[in-house]
């Protein structure tokens, strides 16, 4: 049974930093893309940023690229979302997910496995 487990949201000011975490498990995730998406308070979820685990291909959505870095520790079964220059409007609820493909997908309905979520609130 697959499983991911997001951590390292919070609360930080305009201009701030954060690193989120998603531990997966219960696979070997070779295959596998891994996705970060984001859902504010009556939106609906968004793609952020993805990556392959095999080569390390990344693909960031418009609203983040420059200031949001994804990556991935094999050894830990672990991806990263380093965030910058965080804005208010990037406030949400973060959402890890993960599809066995052998290219990046950027759409809710294309993954099978996501975690619980975790808050990240940027304030003005």
């Known amino acids: 049974q697959v499983q991911l487990v997001e951590s390292g949201g919070g609360l930080v000011q305009a201009g701030g930093s954060l690193r989120l975490s998603c531990a997966a498990s219960g696979r070997t995730f070779r295959w596998y893309v891994m996705g970060w998406f984001r859902q504010a308070p009556g939106k609906e979820r968004e793609f952020v940023a993805a990556i392959r685990w095999s080569g390390g291909t990344t693909y960031y959505a418009d609203s983040v690229k420059g200031r949001f870095t994804i990556s991935r520790d094999n050894a830990k079964n672990t991806v990263y979302l380093q965030m910058n220059s965080l804005k208010p409007e990037d406030t949400a609820v973060y959402y890890c997910?993960?599809?066995?493909?052998?290219?990046?997908?950027?759409?809710?309905?294309?993954?099978?496995?996501w975690g619980q979520g975790t808050q990240v609130t940027v304030s003005s």
């Open positions: 997910a993960t599809v066995y493909s052998p290219v990046i997908v950027t759409r809710t309905y294309e993954y099978d496995y």
